[in-house]
């Protein structure tokens, strides 16, 4: 009897154990997603960040002097060649004449080289700066593409918070229409109500319960927008329970005090350096080239008939070399009119993108100033809605208003909800996107 209730006791222990554990994962796997750890996760496992990632890590490799050209090159030859030869040689001495076939021969060289530029109209300069700047825009591109993650993860984040304010208008709304339900079969059961109003109070219940189910749906493929920029797997359990509070103290001269830190422009700012550096390299063809070199060379000459049979030639050698350019078609003066057009126009779209940007920033500013606005009356609105739906509900209880009067009243409550929280969801996405544009994110 002892034994039986001991392994009693295990059991229960044991299932306990289980019930624990699996309540455990499921309040993890229940756990909310903050908006910070959805940021948080999208910069680092976005794929549109980590190419932007390779392609600094290329400019910053390029950035190097030896890719400039200012280093030395060192280069190393070796040729050796065999040969099978016929000589015939004639002499004033007839005796000494000789002939042959199939005389061996070979011919060795080999060489070590090392050259440096000394002086080429100051090009490698101008290359450096130019790759150092090529870095700097790559950098910016980055802090760009890292922005741009971010406000697509707040818009997505917000986006699902609308539609479940609009899921929970939705279930209120579906509640008075059950509460209606239930007063008229109370009615039809004392002969007060007729079956149109049955049927009726049946069919609008249906519609909404539809409705309901159609907005479960918006909000799963929501969700699953959502997971796909955090490049999770989409059938990732996650849950979001903060609500949208909107920064209302934004002001119009404080983010256009801030537009010139946008990565984008920063980064057409760099475009017109890194033109001008081109023009550089490009007037620097015009300019003579000094080069040094030294090396040392072996040469080795070696025959089995002839007049020489081995002839070698071996040390080392110091030289200069200058180049100077004198005419090609005046190739040179075209590309440097062209590398000047090109600044020209990286300046003028310099010019484009800032005003693109003011005038999104503006724009974007009138929408979000008339979203804040609004917000206050249309939750005095919402909160009126509500309040009239619960008199109308009591009233109609009590026989002193119609059904009519019961799906205006609800249909009341239902647009003011999905009004508020449309235009929270407005003023937040507006606030995003000001943020965005005036470089406000922190990574």
Known sequence: ????????????????LVVLVILGFTVQAQQALTLKEAIQTALKNSYDIQLVENTVAIAKNNNYIGVAGALPTITSTVNNNKSLTTIEQRFADPSRNTTKTGVDGNTLTAGLTASVIIFNGYRIMATKERLATIEKQSQQQLQAQLANTTAMVMQQYFNIIRQQAYLKTIEKSIEASKQRLDIVKTRQQIGVANQADLLQSNLDLNALIQGKQNQLLIIDQAKADLLNTLVLPTNTPITIQEDINVDTKIKLAEVEAKIKANPLLQSAEQLININQFIEKETKALMYPTLRASTGYNVNSNSSAAGFSLLNESYGPFLGVNLSIPIYAGSTAKRNLKNAQLNTNSARIQYKNAEQDLATELYKTYQSY????????????????????????????????????????????????????VSLQYAAK????????LSNQFNF
């Open 1 to 16: 009897m002892q034994k039986s209730n001991t392994l009693s006791f295990q059991r229960t222990k044991i299932i306990s």
């Open 369 to 420: 100033q008339n979203s804040i606005q609004q917000i206050p009356i249309e939750t005095e609105n919402y909160k009126m809605s509500q309040s009239l739906l619960e008199l109308v509900m009591q009233k109609y209880q009590l026989g002193q208003a119609t059904m009519v009067d019961v799906k205006q009243a609800q249909q009341s409550f239902e647009n003011a909800g999905f009004r508020v």
């Open 429 to 436: 996405i507006a606030e995003v996107e000001l943020k965005r």
